[in-house]
Each structure stands twice: as structure tokens, then as C-alpha cells.
């Protein structure tokens, strides 16, 4: 407790106070969700406090303009909020804390700690919405990056500063895979944002990488489900405004963002909310573009030599590939892996569909005989799962293809490199040497 009073201390005398009026208005009406406030014309992204009736006080966020009134959607319930109820300003608009303090914490979408330990000193301010960069100003993706999963080093090798993106329905592994690469992949930093999922996933996730020797090097940013869209969406925001800090120092981030989905489909609550009418799918064009804004933060810097390595999970609903959001993310990452419900039914994990997944920059960071080796395999893959029915009837007879007929031969040894156990890891030099040992033991 004393050590707490001391950090508050510290942070008001640090504090630049501000000599003007504190800037206050009222509540005019409520519709659901939504509050139009009177008296307070703040910019967009600002926080507000609205006063309850039990006197605790609730945060809101401006969100647009209507007739004179700032409209403000709350960062929690509507309950106890009454008529005239009065609203002051807080905070600085648009920027968010930061700092060293965020390693080894977990927090949610305001930098308030959520994993019982004291209250963070962030003295740095970033804007919430990234600093954008010149196209030159980022660097191309050059050296490999060590995810610690085999069929993803070898297969679709990724590169410091690419942006991956994980599709797949529920419950085909999305989170277990990248539980595994948060915990091994090779980063100075690993930020790791975790929207719109089950609060029992969120706990899990923390307890078990706050403890282990890596907890120091992981920041967690969370907002379960049932948290307002705008804290939802505020959350993405700031993990990735704490990726671009660590960035700005020269540091390798990993920045996982789990799931994509919920940000866009937080993003189409607020777009609808504010009447503006649905397109693909029901999801109006403010909605995806946010994807491509949020997706656009992670890169290379030339300028400080750091990267921001982004991998974005993306929930097909209903398995469907063509889905707005799936589409959206496809065409503006780097590459992509795809999960197979039909593989994780068997018990294949992970369960990557090979043939569809791809890393579009891993021509530039393998090896020639590393290229040739992986195109062979994605071959071999790609007819044994084509012709599966049909040699599972027994209708096939060996001899009608080469190509097939070679897979048939090698399946063993093929699933054997493509499946991993569940929490191990495998690194990029022990990856690529067991896939050309595939085929080293082919001509012996």
C-alpha cells in the first residue's frame, strides 16, 4: 500500500497540470449503449467521466457528432446513469500511456492492471492511432522469424516485420497454436492482445505466461467478450500502440492480436450505432477498413532498425473462406495460414492445411534448396489430400500416378514432420533440416 501512495505521489508531481477550466456537460439522452452529451465538444477518441447515482462514475468515449452534442458510447453499462447527469473531461484526447512498466503485466483496453499486481507508472504518452509512417520509411522484410512451429518454418517461412494472418472456424485450434508461438517465438518483445475472448481463455493464457522465465518480455492487453465494442476495439488499438513504443526503441516485437474478427465485428456495432448502413455482409466500409489500419501498424522501421512482427487470427464464421472480413485480411497481409476442420477431426496438429497456406515473403529468406524442397512436399501434400476418398475406397491403383503414388509411399514420414505436440517447439534451423532430411532419406 505504501509503495502504491509513493507511485501516486511520484505521478502528481510529475503531472503537467492544467491552468483552465475543466471542460463538463451533460447528459441529454441515452439510447442504449449510445450517449449524446451536451456542453462538451471534445475531438473523437476522447475519454469522459459520467457521473452515476451512486456516485462511482463511469468512463465514455466520443465517437462522433450530432446537432451540437458529442456522442459518447460507454466503456461499460448504461446502469445508474440518469437524466443531466454531468460529464468532465479526463485524460489527454487520443493518447494513451506507455512505457517499460508494461512488461510482465497484464492489462485491459485503458492500461488499468488486471492481474492483481500494483498500479503501472507510465510516464511516455503514444497516440492511440499509431504514428504513421512514410511507405519508404518502412523496411522490407529481410531475416526470417523463428515462430517455433515446424510446418510454419518450413512450409511458410515468416520474416521479422511480416503480417500473418491465422483463418480458421471455432474450434480448430487458432488459440492453442498461438499459445504455443507466444510462448516460444523468438522476440524481444511479445505483446500479445486477447479481444472478445471467453474470460476463462484470458485467465488461462495469463497464469500460464506470467510465470515462466519469458513473463518478463510479455505484455498482455485483454478485453473479454462482454466488454463494450469501443473498449474492445480501444484495446486492439493500444496493443499495437505498445508494439510501435518497443518498435521505436529498436526492439523485435512479436505482436499477437487475437482474433481480428472481434475487433472488425466491434467496429461494426459502433459504425452501425452511428446509422451508418451495412455493406458486405451486414459490415458497414468504416468496419474494414479498421482492419486494414489496425493490420498497416506492424512492419519494419528504417529508421530505428526495429519491427513489429504481427500475427492476426481470423475466425471464419461458419467456416466460410469467402467471408468480408476473411477476405479483407487475406489481401492485405503478407501471408496466410489456413486451419482444416478435416484435419483437426483426425487429430492432425496442427492443424495448417498446407497447400492453402502460404508466407509470401519466404522466397526472399530460404535457401534455393530450401524453396525446392518445400514446393516438392507442398506438391506430394496437395495430391495425397485431393485423391483421399478415392484411395480410401480402394478405387486407386498404383502406377496411375507418379505423383501420388510417391506420397502414398512417404505418408508416414510426411505426417510424422507436419504434426507437433501440443506446448513444444521446434526452431527455423531444426525445421528446415528436418524437411530436406526428407528427402535425404529418399536417396539413401
Known amino acids: ?17 492544467n491552468a483552465g477550466p475543466v471542460l463538463t456537460g451533460r447528459v441529454v439522452a441515452c439510447d442504449g449503449g449510445l450517449v449524446e452529451v451536451a456542453g462538451l465538444p471534445l475531438p473523437i477518441g476522447s475519454l469522459g467521466a459520467v457521473e452515476t447515482m451512486d456516485g462511482s462514475g463511469c468512463l465514455a468515449e466520443v465517437i462522433g457528432f450530432r446537432a451540437g452534442h458529442s456522442l459518447m458510447m460507454l466503456l461499460g453499462d448504461t446502469v445508474l446513469l440518469h437524466p443531466r447527469a454531468v460529464v468532465r473531461a479526463v485524460g489527454r484526447p487520443g493518447e494513451v500511456r506507455v512505457g517499460d512498466a508494461l512488461l510482465g503485466r497484464a492489462v485491459d483496453g485503458l492500461g488499468e492492471p488486471i492481474d492483481g ?4 507508472d507510465l510516464p511516455l504518452s503514444w497516440p492511440l492511432s499509431g504514428k504513421r509512417e512514410h511507405a519508404l520509411e518502412r ?5 526470417p522469424f523463428d515462430c517455433g512451429i515446424r510446418a510454419i518454418n518450413a512450409l511458410a517461412t515468416m520474416g521479422v ?19 504455443t508461438i507466444a510462448g516460444h517465438a523468438l522476440a524481444d518483445v511479445t505483446v500479445v492482445a486477447l ?10 493464457f495469463v497464469s500460464r505466461h506470467m510465470a515462466g522465465r519469458r513473463s518478463g518480455g510479455i505484455v498482455v492487453v485483454a478485453v473479454p467478450a462482454d466488454h463494450a465494442p469501443n473498449l474492445r476495439l480501444r484495446a486492439a488499438q493500444y496493443a499495437s500502440a505498445i508494439a510501435e513504443y518497443f518498435r521505436e526503441q529498436g526492439k523485435r516485437v512479436l505482436l499477437i492480436l487475437d482474433s481480428l474478427t472481434r475487433v472488425a465485428h466491434a467496429a461494426r456495432e459502433l459504425a452501425l450505432v452511428l446509422g451508418e448502413p451495412g455493406a458486405a455482409r451486414g459490415y458497414p466500409p468504416s468496419a474494414l477498413a479498421a482492419i486494414t489500419r489496425l493490420v498497416e501498424r506492424a512492419g519494419n522501421s528504417a529508421r530505428t532498425g526495429g ?26 497481409m503478407d501471408g496466410h495460414i489456413l486451419l482444416s476442420r478435416g484435419l483437426a477431426e483426425r487429430g492432425h496438429y496442427p492443424a495448417i492445411d498446407v497447400p492453402a497456406s502460404l508466407s509470401r515473403v519466404m522466397d526472399d529468406l530460404v535457401t534455393p534448396e530450401h524453396a525446392q524442397a518445400a514446393r516438392r512436399l507442398r506438391a506430394l501434400i496437395a495430391a495425397r489430400e485431393q485423391n483421399r476418398d478415392l484411395v480410401m475406397m480402394g478405387a486407386y491403383r498404383a502406377g496411375s500416378d507418379r505423383l501420388l503414388d510417391e506420397a502414398l509411399a512417404q505418408s508416414a514420414a510426411i505426417d510424422a514432420f507436419l504434426t507437433q505436440p501440443r ?3 521446434e526452431s527455423l534451423a531444426a525445421s ?4 530436406l532430411g526428407l528427402w535425404d532419406t529418399d536417396r539413401d
Open 1 to 17: 500500500m505504501i509503495a502504491e501512495l509513493q507511485l501516486d505521489l511520484a505521478r502528481m508531481r510529475s503531472a503537467r497540470l
Open 117 to 120: 499486481g500494483p498500479r503501472l
Open 139 to 143: 523496411a522490407s522484410v529481410a531475416a
Open 161 to 179: 516485420g511480416q503480417r500473418l494472418g491465422i483463418m480458421a472456424g471455432s474450434g480448430v485450434g487458432k488459440s492453442v497454436l498461438i499459445d
Open 195 to 204: 479481444i472478445g475472448e471467453r474470460a476463462r481463455e484470458v485467465s488461462d
Open 307 to 332: 519491427a513489429v512482427t504481427g500475427i492476426y487470427t481470423v475466425l471464419a464464421d461458419g467456416d466460410d473462406a469467402s467471408d468480408p472480413v476473411v477476405d479483407t485480411a487475406r489481401a492485405i
Open 423 to 425: 506446448g513444444s517447439a
Open 432 to 435: 528446415q533440416a528436418a524437411l
